[in-house]
């Protein structure tokens, strides 16, 4: 088992940044990366951004793409989302994941908590 913790969360103005952290324990070598994804009420999962554990080889949505940086700290078994120039649309809750390097959520075994991103005007 894998558990997963996120903070970093919270309220910020339109333009404004925040970094998203997420603090993997446990059988940590299972997996071979780490992804955030996020869901608004009622809506489907969408991906947001994922990284290889191994060679830090990342992928993005279009939609945060060149807004949003992933990264890893193995050592600290901590993946981060760097988020900035944020707009009304990245409002929702954010989920850190484990599982293959990929932006479909079916391959992810498992997931955090989430934590609420709200961006105001």
Known sequence: QVQLVESG???????????????????TFSTNAMGWFRQAPGKDREFVAV??????STYYADSVKGRFTISRDNAANT???????????DTTVYYCAAGRYSSSWYQY???GQGTQVTVSS
Request: hydrophobic share 35%; proline share 0%; glycine share 16%.
């Open 79 to 89: 993946v981060y989302l760097q988020m900035d120039n944020l707009n009304l649309e």
């Open 109 to 111: 075994d498992y997931w």
């Open 51 to 56: 990284i290889r554990r191994s060679d830090g």
């Open 9 to 27: 969360g919270g309220l910020v103005q339109a333009g404004g940044s925040l970094r998203l952290s997420c603090v993997a324990s446990g059988r």
